[in-house]
């Protein structure tokens, strides 16, 4: 079963940068696709990004295309999430999620993180 903690969540400023780590538990890590998610209060859980257990395959939300960049170290169970260019409208609470395919389709991850929290400020 593989369980997963995200980090490096804080307060940045505008036009400020942030790398988000989600470390997994388990030995089968290289098999799974894994994604971002974001929650904004009040807001509906959104795609943000998500990359195949190989890396071969990634894919971003329009409205972080260009400024996020997810990575995954396999050897290490750990993916990542380079955020620059950041703006008051990225402030959410940041998930890690695991899935067996590559997909913004938030129904398709059944393992989830606990969350961090990464607020911009004008």
């Known amino acids: 079963q593989v369980q997963l903690v995200e980090s490096g969540g804080g307060l940045v400023q505008a036009g400020g940068s942030l790398r988000l780590s989600c470390v997994a538990s388990g030995r089968t890590f290289s098999s799974y696709a894994m994604g971002w998610f974001r929650q904004a209060p009040g807001k509906e859980r959104e795609f943000v990004t998500t990359?195949?257990?190989?890396?071969?395959?990634?894919r971003y939300g329009d409205s972080v295309k260009g400024r996020f960049t997810i990575s995954r170290d396999n050897a290490k169970n750990t993916v990542f999430l380079q955020m620059n260019s950041l703006k008051p409208e990225d402030t959410a609470v940041y998930y890690c999620?695991?899935?067996?395919?590559?997909?913004?389709?938030?129904?398709?991850?059944?393992?989830w993180g606990q969350g961090t929290q990464v607020t911009v400020s004008s």
């Open positions: 999620a695991a899935s067996t395919t590559p997909t913004s389709t938030i129904s398709r991850y059944d393992k």
């Open positions: 990359i195949s257990g190989s890396g071969s395959y990634i």
